[in-house]
């Protein structure tokens, strides 16, 4: 964002001010989002809208090789040479020096370079024997853009095949508006229910979620409706019913039919002996 000053010229931000707007898209590189953002331009979307705003920034170096003197000296020579050649350069053109200003400059710049880059090495103490390049990324980008030009940005991204970039990248996340828990409902942005008709792969998402904690008011002359109740499905097992244990085993049963057939050998003996008495 830019404001004109009074000469009509740009002045910047005194401070820089945090992203604000709703996530049109997220995605895992930032080629993936400036692609995202490339299309937009392409479809004449007014793009000063929109915002790419890097999640986790990390500062990773990756080592190229290993450091040594004659890399470190070739390397000082390649720096020195370009500035020695527009020394040359200079000395050719305004001192009347020709092409051997040209080459002695060229020269010269190449030694001072090797020079100092061996001695840079040295004073080290080996304490760096390698070559890296550093810089900064972000494990996510994501895409903002504002509010009430977030439906018509999401109509346009649903052309481009994954144009929202991971699942759920178009979820309406609104950036740099703070809510109080204690205070009304955010209102609903121009999105209405959160859907976008703009043919197969069009995004849509709900409506943004309140504070947490907040309800919303109930409708005039509408009651608490009752919950539907859960699908036979999903109630719960009843348990069967345990089978009773409490009578006789199978060993007690054999040992009351052995005794019972023991003591009618018995009374029969007793009876053949009194039958013989009599």
């Known amino acids: 964002m830019s404001n004109l000053g009074p000469m009509g010229g740009q002045q910047r931000l005194a401070a820089p001010t945090p992203p604000q707007g709703e996530a049109i898209g997220r995605y895992g590189t930032y080629t993936e989002a400036q692609r ?109 853009c504002l509010p009430q030009m977030s439906g018509q940005a999401r109509q346009v991204l649903s052309k481009l095949p994954n144009g929202f970039g991971r699942a759920g990248g178009g979820q309406g996340a609104a950036w740099g508006a703070p809510q109080d828990p204690q205070g009304p409902p955010p209102p609903q942005g121009p999105r209405g229910g959160g859907s976008h008709a703009a043919g197969p792969g069009a995004w849509s998402a709900p409506d943004a979620p309140g504070p947490q904690g907040w309800m919303p008011p109930p409708q005039p002359g509408s009651g608490p409706a009752a919950p539907p109740p859960p699908p036979a499905s999903a109630q719960a097992p009843q348990p069967e019913a345990e089978p009773d244990l409490s009578g006789p085993t199978y060993a007690e049963k054999v040992e009351e039919q052995r005794r019972a057939r023991r003591a009618a050998e018995q009374r029969a003996r007793e009876e053949q002996g009194g039958g013989g008495q009599g």
Not at 41 to 53: C, G, L
Not at 83 to 107: D, H, K, Y
């Open 36 to 144: 995202a953002v490339d299309f937009l331009s392409d479809e004449h979307f007014p793009v000063q809208n929109v915002t790419i705003v890097g999640n986790n920034l990390q500062m990773v170096e990756r080592v190229t090789g290993r450091l040594t003197y004659g890399r470190a000296a070739g390397a000082g020579a390649a720096s020195g040479a370009w500035f020695g050649l527009l020394i040359g350069l200079m000395l050719s053109v305004f001192g009347n020096a020709g092409t051997a200003g040209l080459f002695t400059g060229l020269l010269v710049g190449a030694g001072f370079g090797m020079l100092f880059a061996v001695i840079s090495y040295a004073l080290t103490g080996g304490r760096r024997d390698f070559t890296s390049a550093s810089q900064i990324v972000a494990s996510e980008y994501v895409v903002l």
